[in-house]
């Protein structure tokens, strides 16, 4: 029971650590300024205040925001769409993430108990050992059913989005053009695949394509993504516990959150990495050498 405590210690850190890094990084660049805006003429001290709401400002803009894509609310007391291109970054990353900093609400806790199961796998691979979890061993049927699982979400968001940056009728339905607007359309898939229901405001989702493809997406984000899970559950509880060994990797102290982060960030980056460059980061360096589109 106490070896139990402490892994869901360790799981609460590292859900903790992912939050926390997304409210500074969300607040330092809205804090920073817009530099179209500094062109304009107002003061960069500032910071970027469009979309906001003055009486919450830069720092509550980023508390709620990092809270609520972190989670599986999709609430939001500021406009998503005027938020600078990192700023627009983090809440994105974090439905890409599964909705898991501090977590969802039905989703946040299985999301990030996939993740352990692939970070103890990954541990398990160099120290050679079986890797355990929980005391039950995770062996390939697991691993490929929480490869499943993890798939899901890239294959409806991706999937998706580059079906309806090629569709005119999708197309028109955007508020922005250039790297913006595929932005637009990736964090309408991200958000529904995700089952969390914030969005960029640019777009206009209220059409047939976007009705139907974003219910669609909904659904199978939900229940495609589950339905795995619930089997590799089934069969963990199956196996008997396992004694812990001079060779188990432990997964309740420092090393084991900071390679589960590492794990969050990477398995992330592998999947989403190509449209991030194409979204947000393609919009940064525009805005950042002065460019609009």
Known sequence: MVGDVRQGLALFAAMAALFLASLFVLYSVEAAGNPLLTALGLDPANGNLEGKDLRFG???AALFVAATT???TGAANAALDSLTP???LVPMFNLFAGCIAPGGVGSGLYSILLLAV???FIAGLMVGRTPEYLGKKIEAREMRLALLALLVQPALTLGFAA???NLPVAVASLGNSGPHGFSEILYAY???ASDN???FGGLSANTLWFNITTAVALLLGRFAHVIPLLA????LAQKKKAKESAGTFPTHGPLFVLLLLGVVVVVTLLQFFPAIALGPLAEYFLLASGKTF
């Open 232 to 235: 590799m559950a089934g069969a």
């Open 197 to 199: 229901g914030s969005t």
């Open 190 to 192: 991200a958000s529904t």
């Open 70 to 72: 972190g989670t599986g």
């Open 118 to 120: 692939i970070t103890v």
């Open 163 to 165: 079906v309806a940056v």
């Open 58 to 60: 830069q720092s509550g």
């Open 86 to 88: 990192i700023g627009g």
